[in-house]
């Protein structure tokens, strides 16, 4: 009988796990899909959608992180694929401009680094709880860390990358490159971050009243 008891516990957390994950991807395919997901820039799509991603993580743990980072990556290589701007060569691999070799690049840019903001706040959660850091700090530093995750990803990858396609897009020289890169780090990557942790950390407060936190 406390076998049985054990494994319907057990059923019934992986159910509600997987409930919680696709509700997250959902709405980070409605963000996707609306001008609050990808703010238009000039040259680059400012995103909220790494919000989602890092607060399943908190709730979920990294593996779901992870696949809402995934979920997230297709979602911004669809948007520039059917709405390209002068970066979209760099997130979609049917705008590459230096074939095979673009494309997985692409891929890696719209879609590995993503993955990795799940994974990477998840890690940091688990980390926080290990020590014993308040939620209220843990939580801001966590969104604070994972949104810094994807742009210094995002952007690394671009400047390591793409280089030399960057500056034929912008039409500057190639050693101007680093400075346009750390100009969107500092003009678009810091005020989303801060964004990130203001809501990580009112919303996931109110998420961990109502939701069980996730064994390590």
Known sequence: MENTLTRTRTGL????KLVQLALLAAIIVVLANTPLGMIQLPIIKATTIHIPVILGAIL???LAGGILGGVFGICSLISNTTA???LSF???PFMSTTG???MLKALWISIGCRILIGVVAGWLWRA??????KDYVALPLVGFLGSMTNTILVMGSIYFLFAQQYAQAKDVALTAVFGLVMGTVTASGIPEAIAAAVLVGVIGKALLKVLPRVEN
């Open 128 to 133: 926080s709880t290990k020590i014993k850091m």
């Open 13 to 16: 957390r992986s159910t509600r």
């Open 100 to 102: 095979i070799p673009g």
């Open 60 to 62: 979920l743990g990294p």
């Open 90 to 92: 760099a997130f979609s």
């Open 84 to 86: 390209p701007t002068l």
